[in-house]
C-alpha cells in the first residue's frame, strides 16, 4: 500500500541553524501539508500546498519557514533560523479530493 | 472559526470491554469531515474513521464505530472488544467539506488497555 515516507527521522540542530525536512507523498496526490507537534500538545497545521503554490498557511507559518517541490516527489519544509521553540515533531501529509489526509511517520526535530 | 474539543485527558478501559471517546466540535458550516486518528508511541498518525457530515448513517470500521450527533455537534468513537494495541492517543479531527483544507485537531485522548 503506498503511503507518505520523511526523511530523516531525526534531526538535531543548533539554534540558528537552517534545517530542511524532507517528505515523498503518495505518488498520485495532489494536495500536501505540514503539521507540526510540540511534545504533549496537538497537532496543529502549518501549510498546504497546492499546483505548485501555497494554498493556506497558518499563523506559525511565519517568515522562517518555507516550503518547496523540488522536483515531482520531494515535499520539503525549509526553517531557516531555528529557534528553541521550533523543537517539535513535524508531520508530512498529502491527500487527493475529496479522500483523507495520509500522515506520514514524522520527523522529530530537536534545537538546541 | 472551527474548534475542537476532546474533554476527557485520559481515558482507561479494560481488556475485551468497550470504552467511548467523547468530542464536540463548533461550526456554521454545514458540509464538513470528522476523523479519528490514533496515534501510538512511535507517533505515527493513524485514521481510524471519517464521517461525513451529509451522511447520517454512522460510520463503522470493524471494532470502531462513531455516534455522530449532527445538530449537537458531537463526533464520539466507540471502541469494542479492546485490544492491547489499541493503547494510544486518539485525536479528534474536523475539515471544512468542498475543499481540501487543513485538518483541526482536537488536544487528544490517552487511551490505556489493562489486560
Known amino acids: 500500500e503506498p503511503e507518505v515516507t520523511q526523511t530523516p527521522s531525526h534531526q538535531v540542530t543548533q539554534m540558528g541553524q537552517e534545517v530542511i525536512l524532507r517528505c515523498v507523498p503518495i505518488?498520485?496526490?495532489?494536495?500536501f501539508y505540514w503539521y507540526r507537534q510540540i511534545l504533549g500538545q496537538k497537532v496543529e497545521f502549518l501549510v498546504s500546498f497546492y499546483n505548485n503554490e501555497i494554498s493556506e498557511k497558518s499563523e506559525i507559518f511565519d517568515d522562517q519557514f518555507s516550503v518547496e517541490r523540488p522536483d515531482g516527489s520531494n515535499f520539503t519544509l525549509k526553517i531557516r533560523s531555528t529557534k528553541l521553540e521550533d523543537s517539535a515533531m513535524y508531520f508530512c501529509?498529502?491527500?487527493?479530493?475529496?479522500?483523507?489526509?495520509?500522515f506520514g511517520p514524522g520527523t522529530r526535530l530537536t534545537v538546541l | 472559526a472551527q474548534t475542537v474539543t476532546q474533554s476527557q485527558p485520559e481515558m482507561s478501559v479494560q481488556e475485551a470491554e468497550t470504552v467511548t471517546l467523547s468530542c464536540t466540535y463548533d461550526t456554521s458550516e454545514s458540509d464538513y469531515y470528522l476523523f479519528w486518528y490514533k496515534q501510538p508511541p512511535s507517533r505515527q498518525m493513524i485514521l481510524v474513521i471519517r464521517q461525513e457530515a451529509y451522511k447520517q448513517q454512522n460510520a463503522t470500521e470493524n471494532r470502531f464505530s462513531v455516534n455522530f450527533q449532527k445538530a449537537a455537534k458531537s463526533f464520539s468513537l466507540k471502541i469494542s472488544d479492546s485490544q492491547l494495541g489499541d493503547a494510544a492517543m486518539y485525536f479528534c479531527a474536523y475539515r471544512q467539506g468542498g475543499s481540501q483544507g487543513n485538518l483541526i485537531f482536537g488536544k487528544g485522548t490517552k487511551l490505556s488497555v489493562k489486560p
Open positions: 505518488s498520485n496526490h495532489l494536495y
Open positions: 501529509a498529502s491527500s487527493n479530493f475529496p479522500s483523507e489526509q495520509f
